[in-house]
């Protein structure tokens, strides 16, 4: 899985030098979307910014998802080998119980610390692992957020949704030279 991940950052980063040293002489700002930005944040973190051109954040965002994908697919592991190790912890505790009639205390308490003592490490594995899958979440809902806000300036006068402008300018009207201080523009751009 490390490999394969591994092979996506360096695929991605070939990928946007190939792109880099495209250029194009069409203009480009007239279908832009922002959403088109988000969707593709959403898929794979990253590959809207480099839909936007924005390669070194784009590959940032990649190498630090990766990282923390990674993390996480290594605390699962890691958590799975605690919980077999506990498994077998409380397993040789009820085997030495059996075989013995008159277990020893000593043995018994041992046999029982040792059972918690795998208890505290699978649950300091657990908290570690929502701390990651936190860490991993915050992230995603971030880097969406950015490439959002990164697609309003991308997407430039051909935004869709409302634009609400309002004039503080004065306005003549030619009828009866009347002057109007204040107004209110609302429109909706219906783009995809």
């Not at 880099?20 to 700002?29: F, H, I, M």
């Not at 697609?151 to 004039?167: K, T």
Request: neutral net charge.
């Amino acid at each position: 899985m490390k490999k394969f991940v591994l092979f996506c950052i360096f695929l991605f980063g070939l990928t946007s030098l190939y792109s880099q040293e495209q250029t194009s002489a069409v203009s480009e700002t007239k279908d832009r979307s922002r959403w088109d930005l988000v969707w593709r944040s959403a898929v794979l973190p990253g590959w809207g910014l480099l839909h936007a051109k924005e390669y070194r954040k784009a590959r940032f965002t990649m190498v630090v998802t990766s990282i923390l994908v990674l993390s996480e697919l290594k605390g699962h592991k890691e958590e799975l080998e605690r919980k077999e190790e506990f498994e077998n912890s409380k397993n040789l505790f009820l085997v030495y119980s059996n075989f013995y009639p008159q277990p020893d205390p000593g043995m018994i308490t041992f046999l029982a610390n040792y059972q918690h003592s795998k208890q505290d490490d699978l649950d300091g594995v657990r908290s570690r692992n929502d701390l990651r899958l936190a860490l991993l979440g915050a992230k995603y809902i971030f880097q969406l957020a950015y490439t959002y806000w990164r697609g309003i300036a991308w997407e430039g006068e051909n935004s869709a949704g409302f634009d609400l402008n309002i004039r503080t300018y004065s306005q003549s009207d030619a009828r009866d030279q009347a002057r109007d201080s204040f107004g209110l523009d609302l429109k909706y751009g219906f783009h995809f």
